[in-house]
């Protein structure tokens, strides 16, 4: 069974006499020369069955090579006078041939290298030489050639000089050999010791042998896990591609033009698909078409339900297209036409189904209706409609005349039939010059052939009364020629009252939004409704302090003052009312639609007389009030007196609106008026509160300061300074707070100094990175500059002011940026302007809150307490100041950006402006220089 050979080995000293003699289980006295081997092999026999026991027990839960070899290697030394014990074998999944040591307690190192040797050398004598060349000892190199079939003869030697060598194949059957077992012993081997290493080495062999077709089935197993989660990955991939192109089929048919598609079941007709436009033309939800079995039909309209359900039957037994116009029920009660086109779909799996595309015909439909209605619309038509329509024939005689023409004209059919159109129809321009005869429009579209349309003429009705109107008259042609002529025509004269109505809201709109001063507004008021819409037009208005002041009237003819003059005399009799006294007590308008010239100061002193009112006709009055926030603050009285006006419902609603405008005007210059004093008053009391507090700040800072020095070091003084550090910072806010108040007042006011000076963009980002570097640093926030292309660019700015802004926008940035974040500030060209931008990592801005943050004392609720609010208020007027804009971008959970912009300064060179002081026009959204046009720089 060995392919090594033993070696006779030289006496073994005292203590390894006595450690081989611990190995068995019984004590016996020294061997006798007269004791066979055969005694000594059954003495040996009883404890080895245990220690093959418990080596069975190690390969029966075998855990691998590298864990259970070495205990069976340690069980043989226990059961043998053994020095070493190695094994080589192949383990699987592993390109080289795995080697496990055991040696015992006083082997050298010397020895246990040469037992290496000689199983590398025995080992390529028992399986080839090649074999040896793979075999891992312990980092030893291995390329000693060994002869085929003959182990090294210096080996051999060695060996035979220390000690006896065994060495056993693993092999199982008549497979080839997958490794080996060598063990050299202390003393000599015996056929017992070797018949027990030999069965060791069968157990060994079969226990790897079947640990390595074990290994090989999880590999297999793990193959085909591995070819599993593959051909999962591969279906996933298809099942992706397969979702994208059903996504991108319903976007196509989903986005199809008044048309929808839909799928249903050959059998049922159960809708299984439909396309989103089909809740969209018809109203009714996709979820109700799939979960209703029979939602198709019952959409469909009872009159052509059953034409449907024939097509659908005549798809599936042709096997065809089939096509259909049907009516369906819209979810609001309305009616759609269809034209729906069925295909019979089949496939081995689901069975039959009816695919079909819906088509919105309704317009095509109305249109055929209004074709085959056409005659009797012709017919009905002109005895329905509002317009007037007449016919006449070549010779401009009238042929047709309905029910509208004779109600707007005053004609009747009986009286016109027969007569030429010039005398039916006169017209007149709006200048009031009649048309002749011969350019008459109608007798114009004969000759012509062409059609004239107008809605600026007027036409005069029998009692020669003139009225607005939008008529066309076009050519009446029978197979190409000429045969009459048909005029349509209608009242507008509601139309251009409208027109009127709007051309004078926007007049007045325009008028009144044209200052925000009080007294300018006001006398824009009394010159604002003459002759537009009254003779004779005043106004009442009711001051702070309840009296009513009546502005001087106006009139539509300056030299005819006689009713202005005695408007201004009527008084308040004692226990009557005036009109206007009546509209601001009541608050409801007034309309006398007419009276008389002589019964005028009457009418005010007593409204309760109605013969007074119809006494004649030679005027008319509206008196509407003027209403703010519910409260009555004036009358506006319009007359129509010698124009003959007079006024209508329609004409006090025209007044009622401009009577609301008018109102608005004066409450905003009103209250524009109000804001300048608090204004004014604000401002005063900054520039006192500024003046008073600063010096007394002053003072508290320096002597904090002083007092910081002077305290004693040490703990001593600790609580004594800190107390003074917080009256130094706390006086330190207070002039901030202050700078800023004074900054925001003069932004406002217009009144914002600076000093325009030619400013390195670099010297700014760095100087404005350097300032808050140090908050930055405690925050544990990285804070850079960034400058593309170096930087190399100047601006036009006061450099204190931007650094200020830079300042404002890194100090927001630090205070919502985390520990680990980053804030950048970059500036680059953009054109004539320079862009600057602070980006920073913070949590980003709500959308809803973006509209606010540069309003004054907004602020963030998280960090409400960390400042007062102005510190992008002040921001913003800066930038403007320089004619630049501020902007913020942001987005929710990845952080916000503040941009803003500075004109860029002029090359080296060019001509420019020179440096310069002045002060910023915020008022006017400007800056001016004295002595130049707005939008320049005013000098200081």
Known sequence: MSAGRRTKEPPRPPQEERRR?????????????????????????????????????????????????????????????????????????RPELETIVWRAEEVSASRLQAARSHARASYAYLAGSDAARSVDLEGEPTTTSVPSGQPARGHRAEAEERGDFVLLPLVVGRRPIFGALQVEGAARLEEPDLAFVSAVVNQLAIALDRQAAIDARQAVAEAGRELAQRRQAESDKHRAAAEALRQRYEALVDNLDRSFVWE???????????????????????????????????????????????????????????????????????????????????????????????????????????????????????????????????EGRITFFNPAAERLLGWTTEEVLGR???????????????????????????????????????????????????CTFAPLKRAGQVSGAVLVFQDIMEVKRAEKAQRLFAEVSAVLGASLDYAETVAAISRLFVPALADLYFVDLVEEDGRVERLPPSSADPAKQGPAERMEQITEPPGRETPQA?????????????????????????????????????????VVPLLTRGRTTGALTFVGGESGRRYSIADLAVAEEVARRTAMALENARL??????????????????????????????????????????????????????????????????????????????GRLSMVIQRQAAVALVHDGVAMEQMLATQKHVVLEGELPGGGSFEVLCDRERVLQVLANLIGNAIKFTRAGGTITVRAEPRGQQALFAVVDTGPGIPPEQLPHVFDQFWQAEETA????????????????????????????????????????????????APPHEFEADQREGRSSRSGHPAGQARAR
């Open 672 to 749: 524009y008026q109000q804001a300048r004093r608090a204004i004014r008053t604000r401002n005063d009391l900054l520039a006192v509160v500024s003046h008073d507090l600063r010096n007394p700040l002053s003072t508290i800072l320096v002597a904090s300061a002083l007092l910081m020095q002077t305290l004693p070091a040490g703990e001593s003084g600790a609580q004594d300074r800190n107390k003074a550090e917080i009256i130094r910072a706390a006086a330190q806010r207070m002039l901030r707070l202050i700078g800023d108040l004074l900054d925001v007042a003069a932004i406002e006011a």
């Open 865 to 912: 307490r960390l400042g007062t609010g102005l510190g992008l208020t002040i921001a913003k007027g800066f930038v403007e100041a320089h004619g630049g804009k501020i902007w913020v971008e942001s987005r929710p959970g990845v952080g916000t950006t503040f941009f803003f912009t500075l004109p860029l300064a002029p090359p080296e060179g060019a001509q420019g």
């Open 582 to 622: 009546r509209v601001l007590r009541t608050g409801e308008p007034l309309l006398i639609s007419a009276i008389t010239e002589p019964a005028l100061k009457a009418i005010a002193q007593d409204l309760g007389d109605p013969e007074a009112l119809h006494a004649g006709s030679s005027g008319s009055v509206m």
């Open 264 to 394: 249903a079941d050959a059998r049922m007709f159960q809708v299984s698909y439909v396309s989103a436009r089909a809740e969209e033309l018809l109203g009714h939800p996709r979820e109700r078409w799939l979960a209703e079995p029979d939602f198709w039909s019952r959409c469909v309209h009872p009159d052509d339900r059953g034409a449907l359900e024939q097509t659908f039957r005549r798809t599936l037994a042709s096997e065809r297209d089939q096509r259909c116009d049907h009516r369906c029920r819209t979810a609001d009660g309305g009616v759609l036409w269809l034209h729906t086109r069925v295909h019979l779909e089949k496939d081995g799996a689901g069975g039959p189904r009816l695919q079909g595309v819906s088509m919105d015909v309704t317009p095509a439909r109305v249109a055929e209706e209004r074709v085959r209605d056409q005659l009797e619309f012709t017919r009905a038509v002109t005895g329905s409609i509002g317009e007037g329509v007449l016919a006449i024939d070549l």
């Open 420 to 470: 030429g159109v010039q005398e039916v129809i006169q017209i007149q321009h709006s200048t009031g010059t009649s048309i002749p005869d011969e350019e008459h429009p109608a007798l114009r579209a004969i000759r012509t052939g062409e059609p004239a349309r107008d809605d600026d003429d007027l036409f005069l009705r029998r009692n020669r009364a003139a009225f607005h109107v939008s």
């Open 21 to 93: 003699g611990d190995q068995h289980t019984e004590e016996q006295p020294a061997r006798r020369g007269g004791d066979s081997s055969a005694s000594e092999g059954i003495e040996r026999a009883s404890p080895r069955v245990q220690y093959l026991y418990e080596i069975s027990k190690q390969l029966t839960h075998f855990e691998g090579a590298e864990r259970t070899v070495p205990a069976i290697l340690a069980i043989l030394g226990r059961a043998l006078p053994l020095r070493t014990a190695l094994l080589i074998v192949e383990l699987s999944g």
